[in-house]
């Protein structure tokens, strides 16, 4: 018996675009359009997640890599930047009270380049107007003062004191030793020993006593000598200080009225004054052979060097809102550090050498990261989590962060942090960080899903041809022909895999027009050809093809067994796809099954051999329920079948076999051939109705390029889900041999019409009394498993039963 099942049209196997729809000669004719299509989703997201105030909604754009997320959410950001002023400018100054924490000065965009100018200016200035203050004839005069008055007052003591001592008959005499006390006569002649021991005792005594309390005296009065000059040396310094203070006041006066406006930045021209007040002599000019330049510490450039400004982020050259995107985010590039420079064999480091990360850059704006590469790089993942949590940039080493040192090094002043961080990358990523991560939800609000394909219409395919045209202007391609666009769009939807869909990956279309464009230099056509876009396809498709050219000549050749005519009982020709990197191909397998008598098992090989998954197991467990069902539903099912996947030696996934193996069960049951011709695939469920599987353009080509190596016969063919039939975008010989009546396509929606197919036999229904037609399949599969229960249930009763169990 023929199937009354009709084979599918052309027609439904390649849904062409029609080229009357499209109104243009060549891509020259359209006006450019944003290349974002079909992703209306992803861009309102984008838009809200950018627009909203608030802590934690920064954005992640997931989805396929090649769906232009990145280009469309910079274009998107770049947009609403430019409505967005500048960022603010940060500069890192010295902290005179604590040098290891750098004080963070903020400054309205371009000031601070402004300000490290002024700076400088004023350092140069300072260090012109002290030296020549302190070479004035006021600051000499005035020093040799009070160098004269100390001597003086000096003097004056010590004269005192020897008036006092001859009025005790007594010399005070200056010796290199220092001062000593000699006695004299009335005539005020100092006594030689002969003399002094001539006096009476009393006399001795006397002058003994006078000249121990005139030491007392002197010790006294040298004491305090120290203390005079440590005085005087006071009011140098106090006179020096308001030299430099006059010299100097003017100058710093100017630069607080420029900066009036910024307190903090007032405050710290204050603490510079202060300081160069109170170590005014380093600005005094030093030769380069002095010990303090022999020990690094002395020169102009080194002295100086505290007065410096780092600026860390300017953006004197922007008009608009940053927006950065950072391809290493590694710990430094994110966060900033401090950077170190060998001296006298140390590594020693100051606020000079703190260097901006990528977060320092954005603030005020927009950062966009790959997570793929923040998750790869250490410790970079934490450290952005925890800075978006804080609010704050603190630069500090991975060494200081985790305690692996203990030595003093810079705690600059954290920066605040205001800053849109906007993530890309693969929906697998974005739901394990969901999962798994407790800080991602509250700090990645917002999720723009792009999608991987549009709807294909009329007026899409119009904006597609547009988008195509900007795509090809973009890369100063050539002008693409009408017919080279119509290409483009029907390939569009078999990348798509899907005759009602456009695919959304962009970087795909675009590599194809690149590669058009190159075959038409080639060719010297002006404009892109539908042959050039054509050529372009399939030498995309022969630059990988060598693993399916291997395999389908293994199958021309008979090593790899597959039938294309003749009939076999228990065996089915079923369709898998093989995934090598970007491309697919469909290869057919031989599926085979058995039967003998049993315990209601269905053995699935595969499993048994851990060869097969879980998604195939599944499929293999729902054909015992449907047998049971279906054939056995007052009987014990009372068989054991193997299905087996020959010369698989790979894994084994998916459960779009598990049609052909229900196919290839029933047939071992009933004792009923399937035609070889004919491959299958397709999922079932326990009701026999047939799912829709993926990659059916893939194994439809499949089997033909077999068939069609082994010669095309006009029987055979491919049973594909109906529900499938929506997505056939096949290949142009493939269509053409199903036009000439030499390839047939089925698309079926139940088991019993893939029976009915695949053996010319009918499947059976049941009647009102639940008993399936004495001449259909179906019957004489059940026929069968009666009489294995029958037999089962003779077996395990009578005195046989134990050979069975054995």
């Known amino acids: 018996m023929k199937s009354e099942l009709k084979p599918l049209s052309p027609d439904a196997l390649y849904t062409v675009c029609n080229p009357n729809e499209l109104p243009f000669k060549t891509t020259t004719d359209l006006e450019d359009i944003d290349i974002t299509l079909g992703q209306q989703r992803a861009c309102d997201a984008v838009q809200f ?11 992640f754009a997931l989805g396929p890599a090649g769906t232009g997320k990145f280009s469309t959410i910079q274009q998107i950001i770049r947009q609403i930047a430019a409505e967005r002023p500048p960022a603010f400018d940060w500069c890192y100054v010295n902290n005179f009270a604590r040098p290891y924490q750098p004080i963070a000065l903020k400054f309205p965009a371009g000031q601070g380049t402004q300000f490290r100018e002024d700076m400088e200016h004023l350092i140069d200035d300072v260090s012109a107007a002290i030296p020549a203050a302190f070479e004035s004839e006021e600051y000499r005069t005035r020093a040799e003062e009070l160098e004269e008055e100390l001597h003086q007052r000096q003097s004056d003591a010590l004269t005192a004191l020897q008036n006092e001592a001859r009025n005790h008959h007594i010399e005070m005499l200056k010796t290199p030793a220092g001062f000593a ?123 100086l060097q505290r007065y410096k400004v780092n600026l860390l982020v300017g953006n004197s050259e922007h008009d608009t809102a940053p927006v950065i995107h950072e391809n290493i985010p590694s710990y430094g590039n994110l966060i900033g550090r401090c950077e170190y420079q060998a001296q006298m064999g140390a590594l020693v480091t100051d606020f000079t050498l703190i260097k901006p990360g990528a977060l320092h850059k954005a603030n005020g704006g927009y950062l966009l990261l790959e997570a793929r590469k923040v998750l790869q790089q250490p410790y970079a993942w934490e450290s952005l989590k925890r800075t978006l949590e804080a609010g704050k940039i603190r ?88 017919k080279a666009v119509v290409r483009l769009i029907e390939h569009s939807s078999r990348l798509a895999s899907d005759s009602e869909k456009l695919t959304t990956h962009v970087r795909s279309m675009t590599d194809l027009l690149r590669e058009a ?35 389908n000549e293994e199958i021309r050749r008979g090593t790899i067994l597959i039938d294309t005519e003749g009939e076999v009982v228990g065996q089915v020709n079923g369709l898998s796809v093989i995934q090598l990197g970007n491309f697919s191909f469909g290869k057919p397998s031989r599926i085979t099954a058995t039967m003998r008598l049993g315990e209601g098992e269905v053995v699935d090989i595969e499993r048994e051999t851990e060869l097969g998954g879980a998604i195939h197991s599944k499929g293999v467990l729902i054909l015992s329920s449907f047998l049971s069902s279906n054939y056995s539903r007052d009987e014990p099912l009372s068989m054991t079948a193997s299905i087996v996947f020959e010369q698989s030696y790979a894994g084994v996934e998916g459960d779009s076999a598990s049609l052909a193996e229900l196919c290839a069960l029933l047939s071992a049951l009933a004792h009923v051939p399937i035609r070889q011709s004919f491959a299958i695939t397709g999922s079932v469920n326990q009701h026999g109705q047939v799912q829709p599987i993926g990659g059916v353009n893939e194994k439809i080509e499949g089997f033909f390029d077999i068939c069609n190596a082994f010669g095309l016969t006009g029987k055979q063919g491919v049973l594909i889900p109906q529900r499938n039939v929506k997505h056939l975008m096949l290949r142009h010989d493939v269509v053409k041999a199903v036009e000439e009546d030499k390839f047939h396509i089925y698309s079926v929606e139940t088991v019993n019409q893939t029976l009915e197919l695949l053996t010319g036999m009918p499947a059976g229904e049941k009647d009102d009394k639940g008993a399936f037609p004495v001449d259909s399949l179906n019957y004489l599969v059940e026929k069968q498993l009666l009489e294995f229960a029958a037999l089962r249930r003779r077996y395990a009763h009578g005195p046989d039963s134990k050979k069975l169990d054995s």
């Open 49 to 59: 997640g950018l627009h909203i105030k608030g802590n934690g909604y920064n954005l």
């Open 181 to 303: 006390f000699a006695p004299m006569n009335k005539k005020n002649e100092v006594l030689d020993p002969e003399q002094f021991n001539q006096l009476s005792e009393d006399e001795r005594k006397e002058i003994k006593n006078n000249v121990e309390k005139l030491h007392d005296k002197l010790k006294k009065l040298l004491g305090q000598f120290p203390i005079w000059r440590k005085e005087m040396v006071e009011k140098v310094r106090t006179f020096e200080r308001e030299i430099a203070q006059s010299a100097i006041s003017p100058l710093v006066e100017i630069l607080k009225n420029r900066y009036q406006h910024l307190p903090e930045v007032i405050d710290y021209i204050a603490a510079v004054q202060n300081d160069i007040i109170e170590y005014v002599h380093d600005f005094q000019v030093q030769s380069d052979e002095s010990p303090l330049f022999l020990l690094g510490k002395g020169s102009r450039e080194q002295v």
């Open 395 to 482: 630069i500090e080493s991975l060494e200081r962060t985790f305690g692996l040192i203990s030595t003093a090094s810079l705690e600059p002043e954290p920066i605040p942090l205001d800053v849109k961080v906007i993530l890309i990358g693969e929906r697998f990523l974005y739901y394990l960080l969901d999962q798994f991560d407790p800080d991602f939800p509250a700090l990645f609000k917002v999720a723009a899903d792009f999608e991987d394909t549009m709807d294909r219409s009329r007026e899409n395919n119009l904006l597609y041809a547009r988008m195509i045209g900007s795509l090809a202007r973009q890369e100063n391609l050539k002008p693409l022909e009408k």
């Open 517 to 551: 464009d190159h075959w038409a230099s080639q060719s010297g056509h002006p404009d892109i050809t539908v042959d050039d876009v054509q050529q372009a396809i399939d030498k995309q498709i022969y630059r990988v093809d060598r693993v399916r050219e291997r395999i």
